[in-house]
């Protein structure tokens, strides 16, 4: 097999014991945004399709520029958008897919069965990927290495069911991260946004237990810039992913900061 031009930063990160920290993009479809979380330190992109307004073909640009910059695209889907929505934004280069409020094992096994070629999954194959560097790639190749390293399956937990769900959500073969969806998670099982409170940290628990069970991924996204958190994600719940930020909330947050800066009228 001819080696792949591209590799998966998450797999990396896993097998160094190193956190894949991932950056967020909502509304930015200039490709220089890539390049700039590259040179922060990230090391994977969490492209935004079900909370933002980016194209396909915005989402598919954003992914080859970041293979070509070196950080691993992901995507992240509108909620029971269904096979046809997938395979483009594999076939526009993701190398994974984050799917929103897996509630159980027979939805995870879904979204495992889109994303990967037979006979693992259902996915349609085509020729001339970004995957692949748009370069003829025979079908074994394709199989092999899509459904291995190209097509990473993200199983968002966001409610008390799922939680409840976890260890069958875990146990599916081909799910590889179970990723908290902290807002919405909190929102559901009524702390909307106490991450401190009891009722959450256990589902978190939960949730972390699982994944070690399983021997998954366990990751969280939508908690930023708090140190004593991302801690206890980390080295208490072993945490290996992380959308640590993105890019609209930096706007805002600096926009902010810059305009409070600005020092009153006093003449």
């Not at 990927?129 to 993200?154: W, Y």
């Not at 069970?213 to 140190?227: I, M």
Request: proline residues 5%; charged residues 15%.
């Amino acid at each position: 097999m001819i080696s792949p031009p591209y590799s998966n930063n998450l797999l990396r990160c896993i097998t160094s014991r190193q956190v894949c920290k991932s950056f967020g993009i909502k509304v930015s479809p200039n490709a220089q945004i890539v390049q700039v979380a590259r040179h922060a330190g990230y090391d994977s992109l969490f492209i935004d399709l079900e909370h933002a307004w980016l194209t396909l073909a915005e989402a598919s640009n954003l992914c080859n520029v970041g293979h070509l910059a070196g950080i691993t695209p992901f995507v992240r889907v509108p909620h029971q958008c269904g096979n046809g929505f997938v395979q483009r934004v594999l076939d526009g280069g993701a190398m994974g897919v984050i799917f929103p409020h897996i509630q159980n094992a027979a939805e995870a096994k879904a979204a495992v069965s889109i994303c990967k070629y037979p006979p693992q999954g259902c996915r349609s194959m085509t020729g001339l990927m970004p995957l692949f560097n748009m370069r003829p790639t025979s079908i074994a190749e394709a199989v092999e290495f899509g459904n291995k390293s190209g097509s990473t399956v993200f199983a968002m937990i966001e409610s008390g069911e799922a939680v409840d769900n976890a260890g069958e959500i875990a146990a599916v073969e081909g799910v590889d991260v179970l990723l908290i969806g902290p807002n919405d998670l909190s929102l559901d099982i009524g702390v909307g946004g106490d991450f401190a409170s009891q009722a959450y940290r256990s589902s978190v628990e939960k949730v972390s237990e699982a994944c070690r069970k399983h021997k998954k991924v366990f990751g969280v996204a939508g908690v930023y810039d708090n140190p004593e958190i991302h801690d206890w994600f980390i080295n208490i719940l072993g945490a290996r992913f992380l959308l640590v930020q993105q890019d609209l909330s930096l706007i805002a947050g600096a926009g902010r900061k810059s305009a409070g800066a600005v020092p009153q009228v006093r003449l």
